[in-house]
């Protein structure tokens, strides 16, 4: 049995799952105003609510399946910013403490957005504000995007680290690759770090649908469009074929380039036991 809302982590909840229909869960995010990534947000938040959700879909489905029920095999995941602002869906890493942490990309961020890229029913990002650096990252490990059209407060996506001096793991060029197909737009993202607003990443193809209106009407747009999608996980093969379509990326994802020594090592092994 599951019981929702579940928050996660326990002690300090940094993200809350629901489940408004059968088929559906919703993630959200609220690790302060901003949702800064951090190590507990994805370690402890984000990667076993992916669990959760799977788990709990993967059950039905196993039933619909054997009762060859295509509606009962049904299921989608939004992932949303915190629901009582406008202003975030999320401001990226948490930077300073995560420059210093050699096991964040390989042992806890890279692995979240192979997760996510390759997870068997489909993923909607309600980009509810400011979508910047790592959570533009996430965003677009999701299968489709719907934002804030920005009409009546700002809203920007953007890969900023060409302006404040960061390496991009292999992670973040896997992605983008796999996402576009047009050398300008990975030149307009990565190198040159530009602003979109809502618009031109719609027109730039960044964005599937744009609404006009709050973090309500950006979520209940989401929930229209995981609702018209989930009928395709009901037999099964949404995540395996991703992972022929994203063979490449993610198995550059998961190239390992770090310096070790014993006590990173030690660190690597906490983080993943």
């Not at 690759?177 to 602003?195: N, Q, S, T, Y």
């Not at 006009?212 to 395996?240: F, M, P, Q, R």
Request: charged share 25%; with cysteine.
């Amino acid at each position: 049995m599951y019981s929702y809302p579940l928050r996660l982590p326990v002690d300090n909840p940094l993200v809350t799952i629901t489940n408004p229909q059968t088929h559906l869960w919703v993630i959200e995010l609220h690790n302060g105003q901003d949702n800064r990534l951090t190590t507990t947000l994805v370690n402890n938040g984000l990667r076993p609510a992916l669990d959760t959700v799977e788990k709990h879909w993967r059950e039905r489905w196993r039933k619909a399946f054997t009762a060859n029920d295509r509606e009962g095999g049904r299921g989608a995941l939004i992932i949303v910013g915190r629901r009582d602002q406008d202003k975030f869906f999320s401001n990226g890493l948490d930077y300073e403490r995560v420059r210093l942490d050699p096991n964040f990309f390989p042992e806890t961020f890279n692995p979240l957005l192979a997760r996510l890229l390759l997870f068997p029913i489909p993923t909607i990002a309600a980009i509810n504000g400011h979508c910047y650096a790592g959570g533009f990252m996430l965003s677009l490990a999701c299968d489709y995007r719907v934002m804030t059209d920005g009409s009546t407060r700002n809203a920007w996506l953007c890969m900023n680290e060409v302006h404040f001096g960061a390496v991009w793991p292999l992670s973040f060029a896997a992605i983008v690759r796999a996402k576009f197909g047009d050398h300008r737009l990975h030149r307009k993202i990565a190198l040159e770090g530009h602003r979109f607003i809502p618009t031109e990443a719609l027109t730039d193809g960044i964005l599937d649908h744009l609404v006009t209106g709050n973090t309500a009407a950006v979520l209940s747009k989401a929930e229209e469009v995981a609702d018209n999608l989930s009928i395709n996980a009901s037999a099964g093969v949404w995540g395996l074929i991703k992972s022929d379509i994203y063979r490449d990326a993610v198995e550059t994802i998961k190239k390992n380039l770090r310096t070790t020594n014993p006590i990173i090592e030690d660190d690597a092994a906490k983080a993943r036991l």
